[in-house]
Nanobody, 127 residues
């Protein structure tokens, strides 16, 4: 399963970006999908996750109220809308999918427990 993220780029503080994640041949609506990020010199950390069963969503405190995860089953695409971006949001953002469950499970490594990961897309917040 290959996940492909796009939509990263450079944005000024206070700006917005929307990331997309697609996976040809993989049905998103059956499994939990999450976004994690890794800032320069830091460990990868979870950001948000969506469960397909009831569209329940989970957010880390650092992005609550600013980021929104959503999915479009017809397009088989998951989005991450990021508003009011700050320099602390600068990171490579990774899309990940569970191939075994529709439940968002936190892993002991600081991310979500996922089976499939994309290569990431870089988001740089800078003036």
């Amino acid at each position: 399963v290959q996940l492909v993220e796009c939509g990263g780029g450079r944005v000024q503080p206070g700006g917005s970006l929307r990331l997309s994640c697609v996976a040809p041949g993989f049905t998103f609506e059956d499994y939990a999908i999450g976004w994690s990020r890794q800032a320069p010199g830091k460990e990868r950390e979870r950001v948000t996750c969506i469960s397909p069963f009831d569209d329940s969503t989970f957010y880390e405190d650092s992005v609550k109220g600013r980021f929104t995860i959503s999915s479009d089953s017809k397009k088989n695409t998951v989005y991450l809308r990021m508003n009011r971006l700050t320099p602390e949001d600068t990171a490579v953002y990774y899309c990940a999918a569970s191939g075994t469950t529709g439940v968002c499970v936190e892993s002991m490594f600081g991310t979500y427990a996922m089976n499939y990961w994309g290569k990431g897309t870089l988001v740089t917040v800078s003036s």
